[in-house]
């Protein structure tokens, strides 16, 4: 039988099953443009050692040692309270201070002052930062300014106070013992440098140094001193770590 002009189309209902394809079709289309967007994102920032690099390459450390083209470059994050640091010092210390006057490394230096609690004055931490902060203040050219503060730097953990103890160095004292690490290194620190250190005149400034540099070392995943970092990634330092970095 013919239909009548007047006839209505009626669309033929669809299956549940072609429903449900489609709806599937739909949901993996959106899976996939999550997953392409959580890769792009991903490819731009770059690994998390990737990131931590760049948070550390984007700080401004205060003290930088060695030059500019060293094949090396690694971050350390210090506490002149920390006994720890101080067994770092004593045992690498004079491998690292060869390698960076040697042109194969280059070391940012963050010193902070968390343990500034555990000295006899409160704030030692700060004025043994302050100290060496005078030294890279200061006007000496600047092949002499790096051997005063290795050598300052060394002498400095060479008699750092005890955790804890009844007394520490004062800002005199330490005046006298950056000298005594300058002259080491073959440096006779300026009268106004001594001076420096002895009025305590860059401890604020050390302190608010410090406190950047504790937010920089939270950052980058790490809790405690001594940090070291190359290329974003934290280095154990035990046994004969440095050596592999150099070759």
Avoid at 123 to 142: H, V
Avoid at 228 to 233: E, I, L, R, S
Wanted: hydrophobic letters at 40%; aromatic letters at 6%; one cysteine or more.
């Amino acid at each position: 039988m013919s239909k009548g002009k007047n006839a209505k189309y009626v669309p033929v209902k669809q299956s549940n099953t072609m429903t449900y394809v489609l709806g599937g079709v739909a949901l993996l289309v959106v899976i996939v443009l999550v997953i392409g967007g959580v890769l792009l994102m991903s490819k731009k920032e770059g690994t998390p050692a990737d990131q931590v690099a760049t948070k550390l390459n984007d700080a401004t450390p205060v003290f930088v040692l060695g030059k500019s083209d060293a094949k090396t470059t690694l971050d350390f994050f210090e506490d002149p309270m920390c006994p720890a640091c101080g067994s770092m010092e004593q045992r690498y210390g004079e491998q690292i201070t060869k390698a960076i006057e040697d042109g194969k490394l280059k070391v940012r230096y963050h010193l902070l002052s968390f343990l500034n609690r555990t000295s006899a004055s409160g704030d030692y931490s700060d004025r043994a930062g302050a100290a060496l902060l005078a030294i890279a203040k200061s006007s000496m050219p600047e092949e002499q300014k790096q051997k005063a503060w290795l050598g300052g730097h060394t002498a400095l953990f060479a008699k750092q106070p005890t955790e804890g103890g009844q007394a520490d160095p004062s800002n005199a004292d330490l005046a006298r013992t950056m000298a005594e690490g300058s002259k080491s290194k073959g440096v006779d620190l300026p009268a106004d440098v001594t001076a420096a250190i002895t009025e305590g005149k860059y401890t604020a400034e050390s302190a608010t140094n410090a406190a950047a540099g504790s937010e920089l070392m939270k950052a980058i995943g790490s809790t405690g001193t001594p940090t070291v970092a190359h290329q974003g990634k934290l280095i154990p330092v035990q046994g004969d770590w440095l050596t592999p970095l150099l070759s």
